[in-house]
Each structure stands twice: as structure tokens, then as C-alpha cells.
């Protein structure tokens, strides 16, 4: 929970910002997320709010999260939280922002293929984006150094993607061997799969189950993105790794999108750097995930 200190300050800065009625602002924290203090804030007669908070030295995170949640609301089949605002108060950084009644996607599985479908249709000619972000707690590097990063889609993934995933590896006590074999990965992929020249789509990018639902009225709600253009593919992938979505959604979402041949290989890629960053985020217990996936792949593109 937050030190009465940020309440204070939390509570004079909603007053300040939506009235005096949230002078009696109630906290309430939430379970579920591993890296901030969640929680909701209710005042008799006002709207309620979700908060989010963690040391000071959060807050470019939080600021990064909340243009995400920007760029993600050009898509109207998608509701994102409105921003409240994002700042230190006291001794913490907050990002305050409308409280979304969720509810689980349910009956509404061919709303969120469609809205899917219509998010990754959002493109630009080139991948990354003109900032950086985070993945979880961990820096997301967007801004290409040299056209063939911009333009060649696994030179993106490769360099900013892997290759960043490798060196905190390195420093959080990978073996050398799965080091090399990562490596390995790394070298081959751009020419082993040059065939696969994706547009650059607008990607939530960390898009797991409890990263979305639905609001109280069925539209699709996304939270917690790492946003940034690439390979539609890889938000579809993330989708299936800690609890799959409705196999409508895809059944949905297939129909409205093109599918090229070779998708099974390039979702075992693109989860690797997902396991790689809860390795580097959560240490051990993910090791052996991720070697697996090295090991899989160093095989499949020999």
C-alpha cells in the first residue's frame, strides 16, 4: 500500500484536478501486478480511478505507458483507459487513470477479433517508433539506428528486440553455450526468413490475457501496452502464451487478415523474446523456458 505521505499528496492532486469532491478518496489496492502497487480510488458521488504507483524513478515508465495508451486509442474498436495525469507526488511517481469496470471477453470474442484486426490495420511505412518504452520494467528500444532496421522487419527484431533480450541475459548469469546459441539465432534469422516482409502495424506489445477484456457494454479494453509498429504476428503470438484466447477470436481475426506460410516458426521467435524478458526480468524460474526455446530454434534453422 502507499505511505500516507503519497495518499496526501495523491488525494490534493485529485482535488485539484476533478474537485473538491475527492477529498474523501478511498484506496483500495488491487491484486496481480508484480512490478507496481495497484489500486483503485472511490469518492462518494465522483467517478472512480485506478492508480498506479512505484518509486520515483518509474515515472519515465509511467509516462511511457501513458502515450502508449495514446497511440492505441486511434483505434476506435479499441477502448484504452482515459489518462487522468502522470507525475511524482510526495515520494512517488503515480500514473492516474479512469477506472474501467473489466469484465472477462466471454461472448464478446468476435468484438475482440474484430477490434484486433482493426488495430493491426493501423500502419506506417516503417517499424519501431519515435521513442523508447518499456516491456514490463524492462527498457524497450524502438528507434532504429539505420534504414535496414527501419525497413527490413527482422533486422528490427534482431537488433532491438533480441539482441537487446541477449546482453541483459548476459549480465543476469546465462550460460555462454546459451549465450552462443542465441547468438547463432540472431545471425540467421534476418536471411533464413527474408521471405516474411511484414507491414508495420500499430501492436499493443505486450499482449497477453490479463493485459485485456471487455468494458461493461462489450467493447474490448486494452491496458498495460508496450506499443510499437511491427509484425502483426507477434502480438497474436504473445496472445497464446499464458492462457490463449477464445478460439473464436482467431477464427475472427484469421478471416480479416492474411496469414503467410511458416507462422508455427516465427511465433516460437517472437515468444522467445518474451521468454527471454521474464528471464531477465524474474530470473530462474523462466531459465529453462528459455533454453528450451533457444535449443528448438537453434535446430529448426540449421
Not at 472511490?42 to 502508449?68: C, N, Q, W, Y
Not at 515520494?91 to 477490434?115: I, N, Q, S
Request: hydrophobic fraction near 40%.
Amino acid at each position: 500500500m502507499i505511505s500516507a505521505i503519497v495518499r496526501d499528496a495523491l488525494i490534493e492532486r485529485l482535488v485539484s484536478e476533478r474537485g473538491p469532491g475527492y477529498r474523501k478518496t478511498r484506496f483500495r489496492e488491487r491484486a496481480g501486478s508484480s512490478i507496481d502497487t495497484s489500486m483503485e480510488g472511490h469518492a462518494p458521488g465522483e467517478a472512480p480511478v485506478f492508480i498506479k504507483s512505484a518509486p520515483v524513478t518509474s515515472l519515465d515508465r509511467f509516462l511511457a505507458e501513458a502515450r502508449g495508451l495514446e497511440l492505441l486509442a486511434q483505434c476506435e474498436a479499441i477502448r484504452v483507459p482515459e489518462l487522468v495525469f502522470v507525475e511524482v507526488c510526495a515520494d512517488a511517481a503515480v500514473l492516474l487513470l479512469e477506472f474501467v469496470e473489466l469484465h472477462p471477453v466471454g461472448r464478446h470474442e468476435t468484438r475482440m477479433g474484430e477490434a484486433l484486426a482493426e488495430l493491426h490495420g493501423i500502419q506506417v511505412p516503417h517499424f519501431g517508433l519515435d521513442h523508447d518504452n518499456y516491456i514490463g520494467a524492462t527498457p524497450q528500444r524502438n528507434i532504429c539506428r539505420d534504414a535496414l532496421q527501419c525497413k527490413q522487419w527482422w533486422h528490427f527484431f534482431c537488433d532491438l528486440r533480441l539482441q537487446c533480450q541477449l546482453e541483459l541475459a548476459q549480465y543476469k548469469g546465462m550460460t555462454p553455450l546459451t549465450i552462443e546459441k542465441l547468438r547463432q539465432i540472431i545471425q540467421s534469422v534476418p536471411g533464413k526468413l527474408a521471405h516474411h516482409q511484414p507491414p508495420a502495424s500499430l501492436l499493443h506489445g505486450d499482449l497477453w490475457s490479463g493485459n485485456l477484456a471487455v468494458d461493461c457494454t462489450g467493447k474490448p479494453t486494452l491496458f498495460d501496452p508496450a506499443v510499437y509498429f511491427g509484425d502483426a504476428e507477434t502480438d497474436i503470438a504473445m496472445s497464446k502464451m499464458f492462457g490463449a484466447l477464445g478460439r473464436r477470436v482467431y477464427q475472427v481475426y484469421d478471416a480479416l487478415t492474411e496469414k503467410s506460410e511458416g507462422y508455427e516458426l516465427r511465433q516460437r521467435l517472437y515468444d522467445l523474446y518474451h521468454w527471454l524478458n521474464h528471464f531477465n526480468l524474474f530470473g530462474g524460474r523462466y531459465l529453462g523456458r528459455a533454453e528450451v526455446a533457444i535449443n528448438e530454434l537453434v535446430h529448426e534453422l540449421e
